[in-house]
């Protein structure tokens, strides 16, 4: 019932930036915390970044933190992640995941998207 889109993937040399978006439907988006995780090939599936339910409590990967920004529009039922400074070892798959809780801890994810392909040249 409810459905996240992942769009704003794309290839950028090391340094570039990136804006990633979310857009969720079939939901009350204000009630759900949101966050990003991430899978390269051949590995497992990472936290990358999360927001409460107002945007005002954030929470990052180290190797990220300082680089990426994760934002909310609650307007426009839209979460984003801005990632600039980009490592060669920030190539994965990006994905949006949703769940009914104040805080986005990953038992409590109920909705995940497609994912979306980022990739960085050395």
């Known amino acids: 019932q409810v459905a996240l889109v992942e769009s704003g993937g794309g290839l950028v040399q090391v340094g570039g930036s990136l804006t990633l978006s979310c857009a969720v439907s079939g939901g009350i988006f204000s009630d759900y915390a949101m966050g990003w995780f991430r899978q390269a090939p051949g590995k497992g599936r990472e936290f990358v970044a999360a927001?409460?339910?107002?945007?005002?409590?954030?929470r990052y990967l180290n190797f990220v933190e300082g680089r990426f920004t994760i934002s909310r529009d609650n307007a426009k039922n839209t979460v984003y992640l801005q990632m600039d400074n980009l490592k060669h070892e920030d190539t994965a798959t990006y994905y949006c995941a949703a769940a009914e809780e104040n805080a986005l801890t990953y038992n409590a994810i109920q909705f995940w998207g497609k994912g979306t392909q980022v990739t960085v040249s050395p």
């Open positions: 927001i409460n339910w107002s945007g005002d409590n954030t």
